[in-house]
């Protein structure tokens, strides 16, 4: 996917934080900034005009608290996702009709013996 660049203006504290984000996670700022840039122009309205809100009239603790909700909210989806792909990978049509925890007991420890 082709992409375009642009420029931003931001305080000497994100700036340096993206620039060790991108050094940690091993990405560009571009990659960083792009991410951060898409997430917000998905937002509805109501949602970026929420956070302007909170920016100018919270405080660090309100910020924290926000932070911590996305946090919980894109990890429950990652987590979701992942559970997803290993549910599609699952080879269950071997192991037949489980009518007892000893049936249940046995098909957990064939499928780890590799039977």
């Known amino acids: 996917m082709a992409g375009k660049t642009i420029s931003a203006y931001t305080d000497s504290e994100t700036a ?3 620039g060790t984000i991108a050094k940690v996670e091993q990405r560009t ?3 960083i900034g792009g991410m951060a840039l898409k997430l917000f122009v998905s937002l509805p309205k ?3 005009e929420a956070l302007w809100q909170i920016e100018t009239m919270g405080n660090g603790q309100d910020w924290e608290s926000l932070m911590n909700e996305v946090t919980r909210t894109v990890l ?3 987590y979701r996702l992942a559970s997803q792909q290993v549910i599609e990978q699952m080879k269950v049509e ?3 009709d489980l009518d007892s925890e000893d049936e249940i007991l ?3 420890v064939n499928l ?3 039977e």
Do not use: D, H, P
């Open 16 to 18: 340096s934080r993206v």
């Open 29 to 31: 700022q571009a990659q």
């Open 46 to 48: 109501e949602a970026r």
């Open 76 to 78: 429950n989806v990652q």
């Open 94 to 96: 071997k192991l037949g």
């Open 106 to 108: 046995l098909a957990a």
């Open 112 to 114: 780890t013996c590799g």
